[in-house]
């Protein structure tokens, strides 16, 4: 299936009992079985079926199955968030003693999740983004995974996914992207050699800030090893499956971070509308930040779809559709972004992007605030920096909207 098609149809397996076009609700905390066997192979995992929505969900189990297609992998676990998403990724294979290298430019939540596994005795280095030299380097006896993310969120670099698949791959590694910003609209990180990708389904996927939700998808491609990940051992008999299928008896079921059906639903309705909304915002985005750029080059413009980008290479050759729907511009200092962003009328000051409405942040005061000096720096995050997430307005509104904020720093 095409896109368009695809997050309509895919990953149906059969048609629902009454006829209903989209999954039903199954607002249900535990599920009946017809027998006390029955019920017991479905907790030793030996029978297949639904025993307790913190382990399983019909509903649940429909999201993950359309974004494993969409993504290309052979499974997905979906849970209560993104953040969650990436503990779950990352704590399936790490123990006290093991590293992670990662790209410095990241989400700055992401960054504060760090901090916390040191206190499990994992470390992790940080490294410039596409710096293949300090990748290299940066690589230890200890290191068990390699992440980046799509888009660096605000930084807005552009990862060579190919490129450091293959380096991470070279080095027995898997490599983990959050192609949160991105999309599968925009690039399938999976299909360029990444192993594991992540979304913050809360973001363009739900579309409407209806709900707080994270997916990650398994390739199936990465051979783990019992003498690097110790912790598979006992799941290599499932093969491909082996990461996904320890996950699901161990850490994403202990940790209980699971996804509401509610919520599973409500992704389900917005992700139809995915492929249409990004082209959109998309459009928006390098229109806005084109014209912000020609009318007021006193502001600083960042966004992968300019041509002076430093990312804008990468950018064309990796992403397909657009460049993302998120700029960021520099005001010049702390008061002006605040003026700024306080003078704006249809954009709303929100700490989070994808939604249908733009939206705009001052990352420094809040997304990036527990962050160090140097992690802002190296994440992109500077005092005078904002935000801007591009939502599906009319882009002659959007234009006048930014005019008259301008101005009122002027």
Known sequence: MKFHTAVLHAGKTELERYGATLPPVYQSSAFEQRSAESLAGIFENKMPGYCYTRVANPTVTAFEMRITKLEGGIASVACASGMA????AFLNILQPGDEIVTSASLYGGTIDLFRDLEALG?????????????FGRAIGKHTKLIFAETIGNPGLDVTDIRKLAELAHSHGLPL??????????????????????????SKYINGSSSAISGILTDSGNFKWTREKYPVL?????????????????????????????????????????????MERQCQNALELALWIQEQ?????????????????E???????NGY???????????????????HLKLALKVSNV????????HPASTISLHSTKKQKEEAGVYDDLIRVSTGIEDLEDLKEDFRQAIESIK
């Open 85 to 88: 998403a990436i503990t779950n």
């Open 122 to 134: 994992i470390r992790t280095i940080f490294v410039e983004n596409n710096d293949w030299e300090a």
């Open 176 to 201: 983990i992207v959050d192609n949160t910003t991105a999309t599968a609209y925009l690039t399938r990180p999976l299909e360029l050699g990444a192993d594991i990708v992540i979304n913050s389904s």
């Open 233 to 277: 051992e006992e799941y290599l008999k499932y093969g491909p499956m082996a990461y996904i299928a320890r996950m699901r008896t161990t850490v994403f079921r202990n940790f209980g971070a699971c996804l509401s059906p509610q919520n599973a639903f409500l992704n389900l309705i917005g992700l139809e509308t995915l492929g249409l909304r």
């Open 296 to 312: 007021y080059p006193e502001l600083s413009v960042n966004f992968p779809g300019l041509k002076n980008s430093l990312w804008h």
């Open 314 to 320: 990468i950018a064309r050759k990796q992403l397909k």
């Open 324 to 342: 993302g729907a998120i700029f960021t511009l520099r005001a010049g200092s702390k008061e002006k972004a605040f003026t700024l962003i306080d």
């Open 354 to 361: 994808g939604d249908t409405k733009t939206l705009v942040i």
